[in-house]
């Protein structure tokens, strides 16, 4: 009587415990289901954002603050998008600034060119000698005005492709200056301007002395075109345990408020701007300057002149 009831009950354990066992097996499948669906969609939509990007939409937001591996992808995903969609706008926008250089180039380069052709004409109609002599001096000053202007974009597009290598040597200010007024001092003598230059011989920042020169007789000419006759030009420098300053400040009739922000902008023109002015010069000065890890300000008051600041800082 025993033997069957033991059988039964054993039986009626085993039933139970396969039943438990095949529960748990279902609810283990069940869960391994959803959790394999749950990968697979956020697969799924790894794949279509992926898709995405290579279609060039960098809109999407894949962030996802869950633990996990896939979290983990998510979020690097997206940190590359954030990238590509950086390097997209700003290669975008070198393409609209080459546009923009394209067509103020060849705007800069019509007028002297327009000029040469007429001059040329009129040299083939047999001017007197008198007449014949100022064409050409006007021929020439047109063609300085081209060579000009083509070396200056050579060397803002330099500047720019990250191709120039800046020498590291000791840059002592004052000759500096002195090589930058020697430069220009054709136009400083045709307006008589009075230059005043202030400053200890000893003062210095260590970077490239003839790219600074650039930079600095081109601010210089700035402030000579804007300045009128007999005006006066104030350049002073020294120096501290941080940085070595420059200022050069003119006596002309100031910049108006609303250009201010943009006199470093290439190829522009301000309100008092000289009908021959190109609008590179300072563009140059100031990526020069910030190839060195410098910087450079201005302030303007109307009717009471500009003044730039430049700042080299030491290493």
């Not at 408020?257 to 000065?285: C, Q, S, W």
Request: hydrophobic fraction near 35%.
């Amino acid at each position: 009587m025993e033997t069957p009831l033991l059988q039964k009950l054993f039986y009626y354990n085993l039933s139970r415990h396969l039943l438990l066992v095949i529960i748990a097996c279902s609810a283990f499948g069940l869960a391994l289901s959803v959790f394999i669906k749950k990968q697979y969609s956020q697969l799924h939509q790894i794949s279509s954002y992926a898709k995405k990007i290579n279609q060039g939409d960098y809109s999407l937001d894949i962030r996802d603050n869950r633990e996990g591996e896939l979290s983990i992808l998510k979020n690097e995903i997206y940190k590359i998008t954030t990238m590509l969609k950086k390097q997209a706008q700003a290669l975008h926008n070198d393409k609209v600034i080459l546009a923009d250089s394209i067509a103020d180039i060849s705007h800069q380069l019509k007028t002297p060119l327009t000029s040469l052709s007429v001059l040329t004409d009129l040299l083939s109609e047999n001017p007197s000698e008198q007449d014949k002599h100022e064409f050409l001096n006007r021929m020439r000053s047109q063609l300085k005005r081209i060579e000009w202007l083509v070396s200056s974009l050579l060397k803002i597009s330099k500047l720019d492709a990250g191709t120039v290598t800046m020498k590291n040597e000791d840059v002592y200010v004052g000759s500096l200056v002195e090589k930058a007024l020697e430069h220009l001092s054709i136009p400083l003598d045709i307006k008589r301007l009075q230059v005043h230059v202030t400053g200890e011989k000893d003062v210095k920042f260590t970077g490239d002395f003839n790219w600074s020169c650039e930079a600095i007789i081109n601010i210089i000419k700035n402030c000579i075109e804007h300045t009128p006759e007999q005006g006066q030009l104030n350049i002073s420098f020294a120096e501290n345990p941080l940085y070595t300053v420059i200022t050069i400040r003119d006596s002309g009739p100031g910049i108006d408020k609303e250009d201010l922000p943009y006199i470093f902008n290439r190829f522009y023109k301000g309100k008092n701007t000289p009908e021959d002015h190109v609008g590179i010069g300072l563009a140059m000065a100031q990526a020069i300057i910030a190839k060195q890890g410098g910087d450079i300000t201005v302030k303007s008051e109307k009717n009471r002149g500009t003044e730039f600041t430049i700042k080299f800082y030491r290493g």
